[in-house]
């Protein structure tokens, strides 16, 4: 299951978000940490396709894919030492996957906000030097464990240290672990510390009214996102707890009427696969249809170990038809009789919105 830390200034509507995707109840209020203990909800992955193949498939169930987000207390300057209520909450982001980092994107006098002033290429940089920070800290650490076999002269050790010096000069230098020029075998050498800035970051510009910021400080924060590297999404949290309550049928209606056209969770879940280069696959049948969650140019083995362990060594064949002509020919039959459904081979990469059936030995 993809999991997702949730991290951003205090404040900014982190909670606000954190609710809306879970419909949990995460105090939300308006002061800095009321957000005491870390929060987790796992949030079914909106896709229309899963619903329609479902009704093809007259299917008992529906299971869409999951993402499990982690929510924990606003950083401010300083958690990384100690300060607020941040730093205790680091580790519990650790074992994620990606960090969804919540900026504010609206000005509202109402709305307090920790650093006084509405800047949020600022708010970005101020969360990120955190992050390194912790993450300097722990690298630190690690090279003292180090020098005993260092001086033993462990070949596994020497070569771990190079990589966590280096890693070192680029923290010095103000950079992200993502960004401190490892290669893979590098990578490998210190995966097991979690590196929170070796994750990749996707950025929720948090709107008010479906109404970004549109000055020149909107402009600084595409800037030093786009020069990160990573992707942004905008999603009004307010609206879209609100739109909670509301029911499935009538949301269209109230989105028009709050000026918000997009589902913006559904397009934050869209820019998190797009970050981790994910995409979902389908199996659909009486029982149940089912979306998984695999990296893209996975082979089809790959894609079937998702299901099953056993697939991906006693894979054979597998049947394939794209979610499009499946629904467009209305049953595998006449998918099968058109030419749409194809049989693949073990080196067949898997396309998003493929339907598929597995052979195996």
Known sequence: MLKIGIVGLPNVGKSTLFNALTKASVPAENYPFCTIDPSVGVVGVPDTRLSALAALSKSEKVIPAAVEFVDIAGLVKGASTGEGLGNQFLANIRETDAILQVVRFFDDSNVLH??????????????????????????RKRRDKLVRDIKAQDKGAVLEDAVLEK????????????????DGEEKKRVA???LLTMKPILYALNTKGGAPLSDERAERAYGLITKLGSRYVFVDAATER???DVADEERTHFREELGVSEDGLAALIRGAYETLGLISFFTTGP??????????????????????TDFLDKFIRAEVVSTEDLLSTGSWSVARESAKLRTEGKDYIVKDGDVIVFLHG
């Open 287 to 308: 029982d149940e249809t089912r979306a998984w969650t695999i990296p893209a140019g996975s082979a089809a083995p790959v894609a079937g170990a998702a299901i099953h």
């Open 167 to 182: 890693l070192e000069h680029g923290f010095a230098e103000g950079k992200l672990a993502l960004h401190a020029g490892l």
């Open 242 to 244: 609100e739109l909670n």
């Open 192 to 194: 097991h510390l979690n």
């Open 114 to 139: 920790v650093e006084k002033t509405i800047e949020p290429y600022k708010d970005i940089e101020i969360i990120n030097l955190e992050l390194a920070l912790a993450d300097a800290e722990q690298v």
